[in-house]
């Protein structure tokens, strides 16, 4: 691909870019979180990057940066690998290398002790240079060869300005004489006739078998060969009179990268010819450029003065921006008449194409077409005449300029009807149906709309039955029969004919059939039924995934838009192969997708802003040579511990991890994080990574972009994580790994299994003495057992006693409630025949008084009177019921008797009134007084048993009941 443009004629305006830019990625100083300049650029055999940077080495292996800093913390101003496959840095008043600790870290080592100590004070180190199996090392005082473990210095006349390689002569510049070279240990002269002037040398590099290309900050280039120098020509103008130029290389045998201050960077070829220049305008982040590299893949580095920037200068893939301020969006692009035509947003532009290959190398700027402004939907060539669906309407271009055909409504697209061309009668799909267009004269006339369809057409198409299939973004798909124009039969098919959907469904004519893109695959019309269902060819393609788009290119190949990703499905070979191309991953305009396959060399796709081009034949050529790094190993449990650090030998080795790199880990680190990476910048986005845990997954996880991986809580066990790596070609990396042991925790150790055992011994001693215990103790147990059933014998006996002295307690107790029962009855018989005496008494003695005196009548009321107040009978029921009352309450009265034997009658008969706890009342009732005489009878009886006045009366006498009676 690089090599396209060696025949360029020098007739072009150096002025003019090319109309393709490669990708460009901007890595500010945010991303990468170390200094801003880097200079210094290299890399090592698996692709990962180093910087000199202002904060220390910085690192990328595409998905991690990682910053190492001096012990010193200065500058690095430069880097280089050795061939002992160390990395050497240089920085402010140090050198040395880094090399990875025993944990695959890197670390700095310096090499100034090995200088005496008048050498050991110097300014920067500007260059570092490998030559044969020393290293070189250049700041303004000295030069420093390091070999093996000895450092010669060599100081400078005036001052050392550059050192540099060139077809194995080490050369360095000193200020007063000039250009010298390294021999046998001496600086020699380097040239005899020099027409270089005084000026800074920046670059050094072959420019063939025996020349050498030198550049110079601003007096120009010059090209060394035969011990001459002789400037380098321009084929016009220089475009560098008044830059200074930091830093050249050769991207290729034929051309060069050169580094500005202000402007970017340009690509010469040998002739002196521009080929493309690079600036903030094409999407650096700045133009002052410090260091230019090529990596392995041949694709640009960029050291800014601020940032680094990638150019993707070797991929197939480039940027067309017909607009200087790149805002358009790319609907539609078309070739003819020697014009390439991309219609925008923005509107439709033009520009003259060659017989070139590649047209994105072609140079110049892109015409606006005048009237075009605004969108432009649709380029299509019918009768050899160009015709463009705009926003504004249907127009014809020619010779530039536009032709209005209908300015009535947008249109989307045109048709012929007929298969042969010319066609007479042309189709217009636009907003709200479809019109007729007649072709008379070399030029077009509407006819005016179909008849029975009104519906946006931006996706038509037409099949070999006279048939228009037409579909509708959120209604469904349409089938329009025009065998007879005048009177279409229109049809209206969703997703009860089979579609999916009635939303979504794009369509195309593919292989010479009428397709719907659909979002669960590829659908086709079924004739037979009348209706859809999944394609039949596309199922094995594509299943039920989202397709937006489809294109068929000129050697059969099927071009697609699946979700928001481009693809293609490669016919070309003697099986179908699918090609992504991540690069374009969500960059395309979404509903309004756009592929214009030209030919193999140039494929255009409508983007976000403006378009791509794609080299398809070199895309294919581009196999990448991919590798996988495992960069990080971390365990974590409270805290994070780093394992392993990215390298198992020197920076450059190709060893794999060593016997003694097997780590084994404490388990309470037993959660492990993994980092990886495939060091393939130009295609990143493509790239894919399977892992697998050896010892623990049982299979390979599913591909993925995930580029780190955690396992938490893993048992004892030794383990060998394993990561692949897979690009967008399908090509595949080899395995790499990273073994480790977890250790058990400390109640599985080896100390704590024969702690185990001694235990067991001692708890089997113990179980054999415990037996041999319990048999001599058998017989005696035997005795016991029988002593003891004799025993649960009489405690049985003794129980069953206790449960009849229960009974019999139950049973008196019921008795007992049974006779305090009665008693309470004769007492309440007693306390109501005592307040019948009384009211009759009360009668009596009422009546009486109103006798007036009658002898005869009061003398019978006096003798009733007497009779009422007749005590015997109410003593003899006293006696019977005392007998009762003693028989109740054990004795209560007797007792009370026997401890109290000055108590009268009346007295005792209180005592028992008290123990069947009757109140006052109710005793005044019983004895047939007041309660106030109650009360003087309580108060003698409490003084005659001499109870305290803080004593209850009724606790007192159950006191003395409970009392032994006296013997």
């Known amino acids: 691909m690089i090599t396209l443009l060696l025949g360029w004629t020098a007739g072009v305006c150096q002025a003019q870019n090319t109309i393709g830019i490669p990708d460009i990625v901007n890595y500010p100083r945010n991303v990468y979180n170390a200094g801003t300049q880097n200079r210094g650029i290299v890399q090592d055999r698996y692709g990962i990057l180093y910087f000199a940077n202002y904060q220390g080495l910085l690192s990328f292996d595409g998905n991690y940066w990682k910053t190492y800093p001096l012990p010193n913390k200065t500058i690095v101003r430069s880097v280089a690998l050795g061939k002992d496959n160390r990395i050497y840095a240089g920085g402010q008043d140090d050198f040395g290398y880094f090399s990875p600790d025993k944990n695959g870290r890197l670390a700095f080592t310096s090499l100034k002790n090995l200088l005496s100590e008048k050498n050991s004070s110097f300014s920067d180190i500007w260059f570092i240079v490998p030559y044969g199996n020393d290293v070189f090392f250049m700041s303004r005082e000295m030069i420093f060869q390091l070999n093996n473990k000895t450092i010669t210095v060599y100081p400078a006349a005036s001052e050392w300005r550059f050192l540099g390689e060139s077809n194995r002569q080490l050369v360095a510049q000193d200020g007063r004489n000039g250009l010298l070279e390294f021999r046998d240990g001496l600086w020699t002269p380097f040239v005899k006739e020099s027409a270089l002037p005084a000026s800074w040398v920046t670059c050094l590099f072959p420019f063939g078998k025996d020349s050498s290309f030198l550049g110079t900050v601003n007096t120009g280039f010059f090209v060394l060969a035969n011990n001459k120098i002789t400037p380098f020509r321009f084929a016009h103008e220089n475009p560098f009179v008044n830059e200074r130029v930091l830093t050249a290389i050769a991207v290729n045998k034929d051309w060069l990268a050169i580094g500005t201050n202000l402007d970017g960077i340009y690509i010469v070829n040998k002739k002196g010819e521009i080929i493309q220049n690079l600036s903030r305008t094409e999407g650096l982040q700045n133009n002052n450029i410090l260091m230019l590299f090529l990596d392995r893949n041949k694709n640009l580095w960029m050291g800014l003065d601020n940032g680094i920037d990638f150019v993707a200068f070797n991929n197939a893939i480039k940027h067309i921006y017909p607009e200087k301020l790149n805002e358009g969006l790319g609907y539609t692009s078309l070739i003819y008449n020697k014009e390439l035509f991309v219609g925008t947003s923005n509107g439709l532009y033009s520009l003259p194409v060659d017989d070139r290959e590649d047209l994105s190398f072609l140079r110049g700027e892109f015409r606006s077409i005048p009237g075009t402004k605004g969108s432009t939907w649709g380029l299509t060539e019918i009768n050899g005449t160009l015709l463009l669906g705009h926003h504004d309407g249907a127009f014809q271009v020619s010779n530039d300029r536009l032709v209005p055909i209908d300015t009535s409504r947008a249109y989307w697209t045109f048709l012929p009807y007929a298969n042969v061309l010319p066609s007479a009668l042309v189709l217009g799909g636009d907003g709200v149906g479809i019109n007729l267009l007649r072709y008379t004269g070399n030029h077009f006339v509407q006819e005016g709309n179909l008849p029975g369809y009104a519906a946006s057409s931006q996706f038509m198409a037409i099949d070999n039955n006279n048939t228009v299939w037409v579909a509708h973004p959120y209604r469904g798909v349409y089938k329009i029969d ?136 070199e895309y294919k050529k581009n196999h990448y040579p991919i590798q996988v790094r495992i960069r990080s190993v971390r365990a974590f449990g409270k805290k994070d511990s780093v394992l392993f650090g990215g390298y198992f030998g020197e920076v450059d080795d190709s060893l794999g991890q060593p016997a003694a790199a097997v780590y084994s880990i404490s388990n309470k680190w037993n959660s492990v994080h993994f980092e990886y990476s495939s060091p393939l910048y130009a295609v990143h986005n493509s790239i894919s990574y399977s892992y697998y845990l050896k010892g623990f997954d049982r299979d390979w996880s599913d591909w993925s972009k995930k580029t780190e991986k955690d396992y938490t809580n893993l048992p004892a066990g030794t383990y060998s994580f394993q990561v692949r790596s897979k690009s967008n070609m399908g090509n595949e990396s080899a395995i790499s790994s990273y073994t480790f042991t977890i250790l058990p925790p400390w109640y599985q150790t080896a100390w704590a299994y024969a702690g185990y055992v001694l235990l067991l011994a001692g708890l089997l001693y113990l179980v054999f003495f415990w037996q041999r215990r319990i048999f001599r103790q058998q017989q005696k147990k035997h005795e016991e057992e029988q002593a003891r059933l004799q025993y649960l014998h009489q405690l049985e006996m003794d129980k069953s006693e206790k449960e009849i002295v229960k009974l019999r307690n139950e049973k008196l107790e019921a008795e007992i409630a ?150």
């Not at 030209?598 to 983007?607: D, E, L, S, T």
């Not at 109501?832 to 009596?844: D, F, P, S, Y």
């Not at 009548?857 to 019977?880: S, T, V, Y």
Request: glycine letters at 6%; aromatic letters at 12%.
């Open 818 to 967: 049974h006779k305090n029962t009665e008693l309470a009855s004769a007492a309440m018989h007693l306390v109501q025949k005592g307040e019948l005496l009384g009211n009759i008494r009360e009668e009596l003695v009422r009546m009486k008084k109103g006798a007036n005196g009658d002898g005869a009548g009061a003398e019978e009321f006096k003798k009733m009177l007497r009779i009422l107040g007749d005590d015997n009978k109410m003593d003899k029921d006293w006696e019977q019921f005392a007998i009762h009352f003693d028989q109740v309450h054990s004795d209560f009265l007797k007792t009370i008797k026997s401890v109290y034997p000055a108590l009268s009658a009346h007295e005792l008969k209180l005592c028992a009134y008290l123990r069947m706890n009757l109140s006052s009342k109710e005793i005044a009732q019983l004895e047939n007084i007041s309660v106030r005489g109650v009360e003087i009878s309580r108060y003698r009886l409490r003084k005659k048993l001499k109870i305290p006045t803080e004593t209850n009366l009724f606790d007192f006498l159950m006191e003395v009941h409970a009392r032994p009676a006296p013997s």
């Open 482 to 617: 025009l065998n007879d124009l005048a009177h279409p039969k229109v049809k209206l098919y969703t997703e009860k004919n089979g579609l999916p959907s009635y939303l979504k469904n794009h369509l195309f004519k593919v292989k010479n059939h009428i397709v719907i893109a659909t979002e669960k695959g590829v659908y086709e019309y079924n004739a037979g039924r009348d209706g859809f269902g999944l394609s039949p060819y596309f199922k094995d393609f594509f299943g039920e995934r989202n397709i937006r788009a489809l294109k068929e290119d000129a050697a059969g190949n099927i071009w697609f838009i699946e979700d928001n990703s481009l693809g293609v499905i490669d016919l070309s070979g003697s099986q179908p192969e699918t090609i992504y191309f991540p690069e374009l991953s969500g960059r395309m305009v979404a509903d309004y997708e756009h592929i214009y396959p030209y030919n193999k060399y140039n494929v255009f796709v409508g983007a976000e802003r403006g378009f791509y081009h794609i080299n398809y034949e």
